[in-house]
């Protein structure tokens, strides 16, 4: 019994499944195994570089922007060119394409299109019409030849849009920009001067937006005041007065010369007009004034004389130099209290009366020998020829003595 059931446990003994215990020495595993790993090996790579594997059959991913859409796509195209043509996407002259037509594309490449349309740029009331394939207002602006400053605002206007009667009327305008002008202000700060622009309405907003405590100064205009092109702001510390004034610029004297005028001699062309300027002072301790800006506010007209240039002739010299050494020694600044005054011994009121007739008003009221040698000179001559009895009745003496012509030459 005992051998019958060690026969039967014998008999239950059975086989495992071919290849169970010796898989490893089937002749299939090596391949198996190498395929599974290069399988996973490449799906791992495809992922994780993604569609950069398709250049490896010369196709390339490019993405396509135009007007605002955004298009993926494969293409085998060489340049930026070939795409647009087999897309049949036609370029007219004013339409932008970046990056240009002759760029060979590469992977992951990208082209943004920006077609022409046409556009209204209102500037200050002004309307400008042009046709631009600029996306960015301030690019529509520039290509428009507009100048603008940096604080200048330029944006789309999309306060309403462009109804179909206002496209019909404007030529079927796609868009509408709109410039709104600072203004130049000139703003003196604690006495420094700055040249901006700004689209503050008053005073207070311009000091606001410049950060300016505007509780703690003394300011003028005052800050309720519009601001206005070209206006000049004032701005101080608290305890200090700021006071305009308005003061006359006298006209500066300009001189002609005339060759047919004798040397010395001169005539009033023009008399001249005081201008008119506007001085801020800021007042400090004492009183004391200091100015922060004068601003001309009309200039003024100058007072032209023109001078004679033409030489004395030699006889006149002559005439003249004996006559002054006659009457005073050839003194010109001589004054000896009698009532008769420098080289030719002139009356006060001789002088004044003879003056305005000469063509020297500004000659009045000046004393003989404080008159220049050449205006003493000119007198002199003027004198005798608006005498009917030349030096004659002017220096009798002298010229009985010197035997004088009754006129100068």
Not at 138 to 148: F, H, L, N, S, T
Not at 289 to 311: A, C, D, F, N, W
Request: net charge negative; with cysteine.
């Amino acid at each position: 019994m005992n051998n019958t059931t060690a026969k039967s446990s014998t008999k239950r003994q059975f086989k495992l499944p071919f290849g169970v215990h010796n898989w490893h020495k089937h002749p299939m595993v090596l391949p198996v195994t190498v395929f599974f790993v290069l399988f996973f090996f490449g799906l791992g790579m495809f992922v994780s570089v993604g569609a950069t594997t398709l250049r490896s059959n010369g196709t390339n991913i490019v993405t396509i922007t135009m007007n605002g859409e955004k298009q993926v796509m494969p293409t085998r195209a060489e340049t930026v060119g070939d795409l647009l043509e087999r897309l049949e996407i036609e370029i007219d002259e004013k339409d932008v394409v970046e990056p240009s037509t002759d760029t060979l594309i590469e992977d992951n490449f990208r082209i943004n299109i920006y077609k022409s349309r046409a556009l209204v740029i209102v500037d200050e009331g002004e309307s400008i019409y042009i046709e631009s394939a600029e996306p960015e207002p301030r690019d529509v602006i520039k290509e428009a030849g507009i100048d603008v400053h940096p604080e200048d605002i330029v944006e789309r206007d999309v306060s309403e849009p462009i109804g179909a009667l206002d496209a019909l009327q404007e030529g079927l305008i796609s868009e509408r920009i709109i410039i709104r002008r600072s203004i130049p202000i000139m703003l003196n700060l604690f006495g420094v001067d700055y040249e901006l622009r700004t689209h503050a309405n008053t005073v207070e907003e311009l000091l606001v937006e410049r950060g300016v405590d505007v509780a703690n100064i003394s300011v003028l205009p005052e800050l309720h005041e519009r601001l206005s092109e070209e206006e000049a702001v004032f701005v101080t510390d608290p305890d200090k007065e700021i006071v305009m004034e308005e003061e006359p610029i006298s006209p500066p004297t300009e001189y002609t010369d005339d060759d047919t005028l004798m040397t010395g001699q001169t005539r009033l062309k023009t008399q001249g007009e005081d201008g008119r300027k506007v001085v801020v002072y800021e007042i400090g301790d004492n009183d004391s004034r200091s100015v922060l800006q004068e601003v001309i506010v009309t200039h003024p007209k100058p007072r032209i004389i023109i001078r004679g240039t033409k030489p004395l002739s030699r006889s006149n010299d002559a005439i003249l130099y004996d006559l002054r050494m006659c009457e005073s020694g050839g003194n010109y600044q001589i004054n000896t209290g009698n009532g008769f005054y420098g080289a030719y011994q002139f009356m006060i009121s001789t002088w004044d009366r003879v003056a305005p007739m000469a063509g020297r008003p500004d000659l009045v009221g000046v004393r003989p020998d404080l008159a220049s040698p050449a205006d003493q000179d000119f007198m002199v001559i003027e004198n005798a020829k608006l005498s009917a009895g030349g030096f004659h009745s002017q220096h009798p003496g002298c010229s009985r003595s010197l035997n004088l012509p009754k006129f100068p030459n």
